[in-house]
């Protein structure tokens, strides 16, 4: 099967647009190799959904979504998946107890998670945003596209950064 039929076979049985997402997906995988490496972590399947928020680590499961929203958004679709990825550094960190500054700070953090429940409520974000598995996740991320990117971003509202 060449590569044109193949798609016309995906494409038949789960639509232009989830082609689109997956041929979003394949852009990153470099960044998910380099991401595996220098967080010293195995890769983990990274796929498309229809969530409110931009991006989430599945814990239980092992693996992230990355909002079908941003998918087609380079730029934002790195900014998640590098935040979420280091996400996932934290569990692996705290599941086979390596030691590391922060492991303390992110293993109560995982087990007592604050979640909004208003994502639009401006206290709630604040709280979520300060937690020490956020914050990291964000430093991370603004470290990560600085250092390898060579980009400046800003992450949060600019009171956060």
Not at 11 to 22: H, I, S
Not at 68 to 91: G, P, S
């Amino acid at each position: 099967m060449n590569d044109k039929q193949l798609k016309e076979e995906f494409v038949k049985y789960f639509g232009e647009e989830k082609w689109n997402e997956e041929e979003s997906l394949a852009k990153l995988q470099t960044i998910e190799e380099h991401l595996s490496q220098i967080l010293q972590v195995e890769r983990i399947p990274v796929l498309t959904d229809d969530i409110e928020e931009d991006s989430r680590y599945m814990i239980q499961e092992n693996y992230i979504i990355i909002s079908n929203k941003i998918i087609h958004d380079q730029f934002q679709a790195i900014k998640a998946l590098v935040h979420e990825y280091k996400h996932y550094h934290q569990y692996c960190i705290v599941e086979n107890n390596i030691a590391h500054p922060l492991q303390n700070f992110w293993q109560e953090n995982l087990q007592n998670p604050y979640q909004p429940q208003d994502f639009n409520d401006s206290e709630q974000m604040t709280r979520y945003y300060l937690q020490p598995i956020e914050l990291d996740a964000f430093a991370f991320t603004k470290y990560y596209f600085h250092k390898y990117l060579n980009q400046s971003i800003q992450q949060l509202h600019e009171e956060f950064e």
